[in-house]
């Protein structure tokens, strides 16, 4: 065991046949049917963990990517050697990208663990593809680098810069209040995604890139450049070149991924106020490390860490403005008292080591503020609890409305997306803008995994009467390009018979954001009633992945990982 352990490149995890010289043997000649001589054989090897798709817009550049990758680690004496994982293109999957997360994850550490490489380079970038890939290094504890492929460039429309999706979306509520014609929307539909990338904003992808940085995961700096920008290809040749020297050392994911590094992680999600499914995200991937997070964390790190990035969906600026302001680098500069300056990066210096060398570089104080005069004083996310929601729930209260984070309204309840589709926009539907939508049965249980649909529509008759936003809540999450006071991520979940099952029109629904409180105002004896009655939950799928996700899937509060596959 400890010879095996020891090999290196081709010969590492050799394929049993009883016999490893043979197997040795055997795999040397078949890898010299492709090409390959004996000098190159015998180096140490990268895998690459490639995920382009013709169903993943978001990853079109990664060829060019992948040559500038291979370039780093041929430059710094290993054999470079791509391998394919699925990619999950956000919105070319159904019911949802969370629901094949964590096969991917499986994905990648079966193959990072399987085959022979000493190091990996993990190309990832649209939504779910960063958080799977570091959800299976971490449990593959091979050493990884995190390269991601970097949002795109905005277009433009009458003079208007444009970035998916946080102006989709505006655009679109435009549309549904009468405000935009079917040309125009059909013409800004053409304009809001323009070059290869992640979204423009601080959505998901920018938030977990962002957050692959702050864990250490990933090349200092590397976050924010554009997919298109020649540092985009820069950075991967490094990564290439870093995966390398992981070699030597070696640091594998789970000296990097630790509760020290988590918690930086946290505070940058707060001071980016970025996307609420980084919470669902990060605790996946600390779950896999053994490292738990709770709301409690989460709220302690929100109540002493201040919001400090000026970008969309709740600011004014994009990514690549972000990349010219300075950075990742220059966010963490102004964190730097808050944060474990001892906690480990790829680049196998201290987060420490690599913010004193930044010492002058240029910051646009327009779009990262200095600690001292933040956008708030408070993070942008908080977590809630009570009687609606006894394990918890999420609001972004830097996208809500000041006016509505402390509110009491009347339920205007749908008890299933199709039952939302089918009555949102009936004229004779009862609601005013002091009501509540809540919708039921999105929660990672149910037929529907989870989807973004936590940010309900404004019923139409309102929207055209000039309502932009009202408190709405559910089980299901909300893209990280959107906005409103929206309470998602309901814990325990409408299918598993929480609380949020009972809500009927009319109920009473209480938020009080400075309380971290969401209450459902009715008699207990009234829900016990209501509770006695509730149908039994659908059956099981049949089969496949469907049954094992249904089956195993954690709430929200535990990261949507699978029960199985975190570390205990």
Same mark, same amino acid.
């Given at each position: 065991?400890?010879?095996?352990?020891?090999?290196?490149?081709?010969?590492?995890?050799?394929?049993?046949?009883?016999?490893?010289?043979?197997?040795?043997?055997?795999?040397?000649?078949?890898?010299?049917?492709?090409?390959?001589g004996?000098?190159?054989?015998?180096?140490?090897?990268?895998?690459?963990?490639?995920?382009?798709?013709?169903?993943?817009?978001?990853?079109?550049?990664?060829?060019?990517?992948?040559?500038?990758?291979?370039?780093?680690?041929?430059?710094?004496?290993?054999?470079?050697?791509?391998?394919?994982?699925?990619?999950?293109?956000?919105?070319?999957?159904?019911?949802?990208?969370?629901?094949?997360?964590?096969?991917?994850?499986?994905?990648?550490?079966?193959?990072?663990?399987?085959?022979?490489?000493?190091?990996?380079?993990?190309?990832?970038?649209?939504?779910?593809?960063?958080?799977? #890939?570091?959800?299976? *290094? %971490?449990? +593959?504890?091979?050493? /990884? @680098? =995190?390269?991601?492929?970097?949002? !795109?460039?905005?277009?433009?429309?009458?003079?208007?810069?444009?970035?998916?999706?946080?102006?989709?979306?505006?655009?679109?509520?435009?549309?549904?209040?009468?405000?935009?014609?079917?040309?125009?929307?059909?013409?800004? #539909?053409g304009?809001? *995604? %323009?070059? +290869?990338?992640?979204? /423009? @904003? =601080?959505?998901?992808?920018?938030? !977990?890139?962002?957050?692959?940085?702050?864990?250490?995961?990933?090349?200092?700096?590397?976050?924010?450049?554009?997919?298109?920008?020649?540092?985009?290809?820069?950075?991967?040749?490094?990564?290439?070149?870093?995966?390398?020297?992981?070699?030597?050392?070696?640091?594998a994911?789970?000296?990097? @991924?630790?509760?020290?590094?988590?918690e930086?992680?946290?505070?940058?999600?707060?001071?980016?106020?970025?996307?609420?499914?980084?919470?669902?995200?990060?605790?996946?991937?600390?779950?896999r490390?053994?490292?738990?997070?709770?709301?409690?964390d989460?709220?302690?790190?929100?109540?002493?860490?201040?919001?400090?990035?000026?970008?969309?969906?709740?600011?004014?600026?994009?990514?690549?403005?972000?990349?010219?302001?300075?950075?990742?680098?220059?966010v963490?500069?102004?964190?730097?008292?808050?944060?474990?300056?001892?906690?480990?990066?790829?680049?196998?210096?201290?987060?420490?080591?690599?913010?004193?060398?930044?010492?002058?570089?240029?910051?646009?104080?327009?779009?990262?503020r200095?600690r001292?005069?933040?956008?708030?004083?408070?993070?942008?996310?908080?977590?809630?609890?009570?009687?609606?929601?006894?394990?918890?729930?999420?609001?972004?209260?830097a996208?809500?409305?000041?006016?509505?984070?402390?509110?009491?309204?009347?339920?205007?309840?749908?008890?299933?997306?199709?039952?939302?589709?089918?009555?949102?926009?009936?004229?004779?539907?009862?609601?005013?803008?002091?009501?509540?939508?809540?919708?039921?049965?999105?929660?990672?249980?149910?037929?529907?995994?989870?989807?973004?649909?936590?940010?309900?529509?404004?019923?139409?008759?309102?929207?055209?009467?000039?309502?932009?936003?009202?408190?709405r809540?559910?089980?299901?999450r909300?893209?990280?390009?959107?906005?409103?006071?929206?309470?998602?991520?309901?814990?325990?979940?409408?299918?598993?018979?929480?609380?949020l099952?009972?809500?009927?029109?009319?109920?009473?629904?209480?938020?009080?954001?400075?309380?971290?409180?969401?209450?459902?105002?009715?008699?207990?004896?009234?829900?016990?009633?209501?509770?006695?009655?509730?149908?039994?939950?659908?059956?099981?799928?049949?089969?496949?992945?469907?049954?094992?996700?249904?089956?195993?899937?954690?709430?929200?509060?535990?990261?949507?990982?699978?029960?199985?596959?975190?570390?205990?």
């Amino acid at each position: 065991m400890a010879e095996e352990s020891s090999r290196r490149g081709i010969a590492r995890g050799l394929t049993n046949y009883g016999d490893p010289a043979f197997a040795a043997y055997l795999r040397r000649s078949f890898a010299k049917s492709m090409g390959y001589g004996d000098e190159a054989l015998a180096k140490p090897i990268v895998g690459i963990c490639h995920t382009p798709s013709g169903f993943n817009n978001c990853h079109r550049h990664f060829p060019e990517m992948l040559e500038a990758v291979k370039r780093g680690v041929l430059a710094e004496g290993a054999l470079p050697v791509p391998f394919p994982v699925i990619s999950l293109g956000e919105v070319f999957l159904s019911p949802t990208s969370l629901k094949f997360r964590n096969l991917m994850a499986m994905d990648v550490e079966e193959m990072v663990r399987a085959q022979p490489m000493d190091a990996v380079v993990l190309m990832g970038g649209c939504d779910k593809t960063v958080p799977a #890939e570091l959800m299976g *290094a %971490v449990s +593959a504890n091979v050493p /990884a @680098v =995190m390269l991601v492929g970097g949002p !795109m460039m905005t277009g433009r429309y009458r003079g208007e810069r444009l970035g998916a999706c946080t102006d989709c979306r505006r655009f679109w509520a435009a549309y549904r209040g009468g405000k935009v014609s079917d040309t125009e929307i059909g013409e800004i #539909e053409g304009n809001l *995604a %323009v070059t +290869a990338g992640t979204c /423009a @904003v =601080m959505g998901t992808a920018s938030t !977990m890139a962002c957050i692959a940085e702050a864990l250490g995961m990933a090349l200092p700096d590397s976050a924010a450049a554009p997919a298109v920008h020649a540092d985009r290809l820069r950075i991967a040749e490094e990564s290439g070149r870093t995966a390398v020297r992981l070699i030597g050392k070696p640091i594998a994911p789970r000296e990097i @991924v630790t509760r020290k590094s988590v918690e930086n992680a946290l505070r940058v999600l707060l001071a980016l106020s970025g996307s609420t499914n980084a919470v669902i995200h990060l605790t996946a991937i600390a779950g896999r490390a053994g490292i738990r997070i709770t709301l409690d964390d989460l709220n302690r790190l929100s109540a002493e860490t201040p919001v400090l990035v000026d970008l969309k969906p709740t600011g004014d600026h994009y990514m690549e403005d972000f990349h010219a302001a300075g950075g990742m680098g220059a966010v963490l500069a102004e964190l730097a008292p808050l944060l474990h300056l001892d906690a480990l990066t790829v680049i196998g210096e201290t987060l420490g080591e690599r913010l004193a060398r930044r010492a002058g570089h240029y910051v646009n104080r327009a779009v990262v503020r200095e600690r001292a005069s933040p956008l708030s004083p408070v993070g942008g996310l908080i977590g809630l609890s009570g009687s609606l929601a006894p394990d918890g729930a999420l609001l972004k209260r830097a996208a809500a409305t000041p006016a509505l984070m402390e509110h009491e309204g009347r339920a205007v309840v749908f008890s299933s997306l199709e039952d939302l589709a089918a009555r949102i926009d009936d004229p004779d539907l009862d609601v005013t803008a002091d009501d509540v939508l809540v919708l039921q049965n999105a929660g990672p249980r149910s037929p529907s995994g989870m989807p973004e649909a936590g940010y309900l529509p404004i019923p139409r008759k309102l929207a055209a009467a000039g309502v932009k936003d009202m408190v709405r809540i559910s089980d299901a999450r909300m893209s990280g390009t959107a906005f409103g006071t929206i309470i998602l991520h309901v814990t325990p979940e409408a299918a598993l018979g929480g609380p949020l099952a009972l809500v009927r029109n009319g109920d009473r629904i209480a938020l009080s954001a400075s309380r971290h409180a969401i209450d459902l105002l009715v008699d207990p004896a009234e829900l016990a009633r209501r509770r006695a009655a509730l149908p039994p939950p659908p059956a099981s799928p049949p089969r496949g992945y469907s049954r094992l996700y249904e089956r195993t899937v954690l709430p929200a509060t535990e990261g949507c990982d699978f029960d199985f596959l975190r570390e205990p």
